[in-house]
């Protein structure tokens, strides 16, 4: 069983990469109008609440940009086109995030880095010969500890 | 080359407390408005008293409009402030004040109790605010006598801020 | 009179914890035994002297006494008794209050309980609480005193907040984040004391472990039940926003929670000593920079408490700690830096080091969104927000790694391991994550960020129980026990490691529940007429009545509320009410949550129309939610579990083979009893 585990492992997780590829490589879909509408409410925030976003807040505001959002929608704006029509109005700050790449990047990077970082710390660590160290005898505190261990090892 | 790590104090020092600083005496909330040196968003509405008023109406005298709540506490104070600076001029600009998130009912009430007789718009669903860039009230706009936003106040109005924003719309009127 | 002992007693607090600082550095410095005493004296003065104006205020507060100014703007004379004691730490001032309470309650117990020992390190130790308490004591007795008093005294106040009064858990979220909070101060000072001395050695590590675990489960607890109560009272159906302030939670949690895993490998190697100093240190300042962001005004955040005079305070104190420790890590540096690599490519130990890219990573990001808004405004003055779309995105990908270093670490041996024994021992698991996640795919799950959580969490599990499962298997073939006994036994006498199996179980348990109910729910918004229904999800809710009538407990408040009927795979009948309070602006939702193991349905109500009956319902099917808390308990308990003191046992004559299970390892040294159930008479100390 052992020895059939690895390569059905291996087979099951290439043909999961492969089942996910395929979804995602698929020609996206057109979203409806609704799923469309929730996307961008997703992505504005309420203007009087504290940080939700339009979709999630039941506030009078929010219930209007959602309407809003709708009617632009029907009338064939773009998505994108939504968008400005809001931040004409409150600026940037009606985003829920921020549109400067360095925004999105920053932290990828610096994630990136550190792993870069001590992966190469690592290997190097590995390649080189571990340097010898001398047998030395146990101390007696080392011994009084060995058997406290052993007598705790229970019958 | 060996004291170059006590850099490491400043470099992360410096730069965080210079923004958590910065962050003090200004208020998070507020926001600017996109509308400054454009022109008043044209609306449709109708008063407390049942007339309708349009944008276009409105042109030629300098406008302060007020967005406000009979639930928001600071505008009781806001609304006297609003009454004297009716009486003081009056009749050199008109005051518009919209009600926001709330119902006829309750704005007459407040008016019945705190008095005031410029017209107050109902903004139904809050389209006005929207378009406005409202985030809450209390919220004023001064708007010159071309029909161009000049001035936001976030928060309530005061005497001083009332004086310093309507003084430069009053020139600018007598200059047409 | 009361109020004024209480006062007084601050002022007096702050003397002996100034008294204490000058006499613990001096003492140090002097070994003079008896300036020492004197100053560990002096810490327990300062909790007694904190005590006193904490029972003063809660006196005040249950007394409505309005002549200070704490209680004239926090409570009211309806304000029913419980609520009116947690009203403690319901504002800036009293909060406060309750945070030294707790500081100098660890103080305390920290340098009573190491009163004997550890003589080159306690002295600094007690002279870094020392000047974190001066510090607090400080704060309230200029700018946050919080027996200030007010003339002319009010006959009736506004009451508390009223989203604090709305649920019993404001009882219990502060108290367990503070207890969190200020018990980080005593790991803290331990590094301060350790970079001075420069003793980082073994014993030195087992303390800041246990003194950092402690809190941690707090902190754990705390954000869970703030989580909880999001849930439970905001009416959205959420439970973190990515706001300021909970972020303010996370950051140290996370910063701990490193360290908790860095620990065991410089505990084990002896390296890492630099690291382990260095996350302490942060942990803190993580904290304090909480403290600061939360009463600063400085960031918008649900929780915020108004801006006040403190904001300046608290930065200075920032600046000086922060300073202070960093100035001490660059100047011990060269001699606890490290040259080599503690393990293996392939190790126990580089998969905690990986974990600890991971977590710094994620704390890097969560600081870097939460102070984005104000950096892009300092820099270029445009008011831009930043909020939980960008972080769960940013995020993401972080926590998905995390989970399946969880898997892959514990599952490494320490030191170095054959890349055959390894494949070997993750086949099973990942079989079983891949049938996990097309069993999500078949009930409808499409996004990658979820689908990729429920497969790690199988692989995790499989992996966890795999490891349980033959040490359990080895050690009742090797003394004939029952499996289960065997099991439990095991468990025992290897707490760390099998309370860290738990904790981890908890951990994936929340995340997938997190990730199936945030993409399983379904949602209906209707208005109806009294008798009307609508249907969500295999519900029909029928609205009945609206009632509107005051609280019994509080007739102050008015609520009204939707009485509702649903029908189901449940069935019975909730009320979702609007409350409006004196002091509120907006009516406060208060939705009714039907909970169950296998789904939560929650009911808001959004608007109503007192005049035709007209409600505005959202009715949302929310799948094992309940998994979130109860995820969240179990992490708690495995910590706790860990921790947990082992019972000494009487000495038996027999030695059993190192080959079945594992023996139970001193609470000091080097952990030598993790060696692998399956492995060959596994040597009691392994490597260099």
Known sequence: ??????????????????????????????????????????????????????????????????????????????????????????GEWILLAPRAPIAWLLPGVVVLLGLAALTAWIWRGATRPTPVIPAQQPSQADRERVREEAERLDA | MRHLRWLLIPIVLVPLVWVLNFGFGRDPAEIPSQLIGKPLPSFRLVTLDGQTMTAEQLRGKPILINFWASWCAPCVAEHAILSDAQRRYGDRITIVGVLYQDTADRGRTFVARYGGDWPILLDPGGTLALDFGVTGPPESYFVDAAGIVRAKQFGPLTDAVLAARVAPLLAAAIDR | MIPTLGHVAIVVGLAFSVWAAIAFIVGARRRDDALLASAQRSVYAT??????????????????????????????????????????????????????????????????????????????????????????????????????????????????????????????????????????????????????????????????????????????????????????????????????????????????????????????????????????????????????????????????????????????????????????????????????????????????????????????????GTLYPLAAEAISGVKVSLGGPWFSQVNAP????????????????????????????????????????????????????????????????????????????????????????????????????????????????????????????????????????????????????LVTEALADDPRVIETRAEVAYVGPRSGSLATALRAYPNAQAEIASPAVSTSLGEDLYVTLLAYDPATRTVTLRAVVNPIVVWIWLGGLVVGAGAVFAIWPERRRVPVKALATAGAGVGPAPDLGPRSADALPGDAAAPLREGA
């Open chain 1, 1 to 90: 069983m052992r020895t059939l585990a690895v390569p059905v492992a291996a087979g099951a997780t290439l043909a999961l990469v492969a089942l996910i590829g395929l979804t995602y490589l698929r020609p996206p879909g057109h979203p409806t109008q609704a799923e469309l509408a929730h996307q961008i409410a997703d992505e504005l925030r309420c203007p009087d609440c504290q940080g939700l976003s339009v979709a999630d807040s039941p506030s009078g505001s929010a219930t209007e940009i959602r309407t809003q959002i709708d009617q632009l929608l029907a009338r064939g704006l773009s998505a994108d086109q939504v968008r400005s029509h809001f931040v004409d109005r409150y």
């Open chain 3, 47 to 368: 909790f007694a002297l904190v005590a006193l104006p904490c029972m003063a205020m809660v006196i005040s507060l249950l007394t409505h006494d309005f002549s200070v100014l704490y209680v004239a703007r926090n409570n009211a004379t309806t304000t029913p008794p419980f609520f009116s004691v947690i009203s403690l730490w319901a504002a800036l001032e009293g909060s406060i209050l309750f945070w030294t309470l707790l500081l100098t309650g660890y103080a305390s117990l920290a340098i009573w309980r190491h009163r004997n020992r550890h003589a080159a390190l306690m002295p600094w130790v007690g002279a870094t609480l020392a000047l974190i308490a001066t510090f607090f004591f400080a704060v309230m007795t200029w700018p946050g005193n919080p027996f200030t008093r007010v003339t002319p005294v009010a006959m009736e106040g506004p009451g508390p907040n009223a989203l604090l009064q709305n649920h019993p858990f404001m009882g219990l979220h502060p108290p367990l984040l503070y207890l969190g909070y200020t018990g980080l101060a005593v790991p803290f000072a331990f590094g301060v004391a350790a970079l001075i001395t420069r003793r980082t050695d073994e014993e030195w590590l087992g303390i800041v472990r246990r003194w950092t675990l402690v809190p941690w489960i707090f902190l754990t607890l705390g954000i869970t039940a703030g989580a909880f109560w999001s849930y439970e009272v905001l009416g959205w159906g959420g439970y973190w926003a990515w706001d300021p302030v909970e972020n303010a939670a996370l950051l140290p949690w996370l910063t701990a929670t490193a360290f908790i895993h860095s620990s065991m490998v410089a505990e084990r190697r002896g390296t890492l000593k630099i690291w382990t100093v260095a996350l302490v240190i942060a942990t803190f300042t993580l904290t304090l920079l909480g403290t600061f962001l939360t009463r600063s005004g400085v960031v918008n955040s649900v929780h915020s408490f108004t801006q006040s005079a403190i904001g300046p305070w608290f930065l200075a104190a920032i600046t000086v700690a922060l300073g202070g420790s960093l100035a001490l890590l660059v100047w011990r540096l060269p001699e606890l830096a490290d040259a080599r690599p503690p393990g293996a490519p392939v190790s126990r130990e580089s998969a905690f080091l990986f974990n600890n890219v991971l977590f710094l990573g994620i704390t890097f990001a969560v600081l870097f």
């Open chain 3, 398 to 545: 972080f926590f998905l790694l995390l989970i399946f270093l969880m898997g892959v670490g514990p599952a490494l041996p320490w030191g170095t391991a054959r890349w055959s024994t390894v494949r070997e021992r993750f086949a099973v698991p990942v079989i079983v994550g891949v049938v996990g996640v097309l069993c999500a795919w078949a009930l409808g799950m499409r996004q990658a960020p979820p689908l990729a959580t429920v497969g790690l969490a199988g692989f995790v599990v499989a992996i966890m129980g795999d490891e349980v499962v033959r040490g359990a298997r080895a050690r009742a073939r090797a003394r004939g026990e029952a499996p289960p006994v065997a099991a439990w036994r095991l468990a025992t006498r290897n707490r760390r490691r099998y309370g860290g199996y738990l904790v981890h179980l908890g951990i994936v348990c929340m995340a997938t529940a997190v990730a199936v109910s945030a993409t399983m729910g379904s949602a209906t918004t209707a208005t109806l007429h009294p008798g009307q229904s609508f249907a969500v999800r295999g519900y029909t809710l029928t609205y009945q009545r």
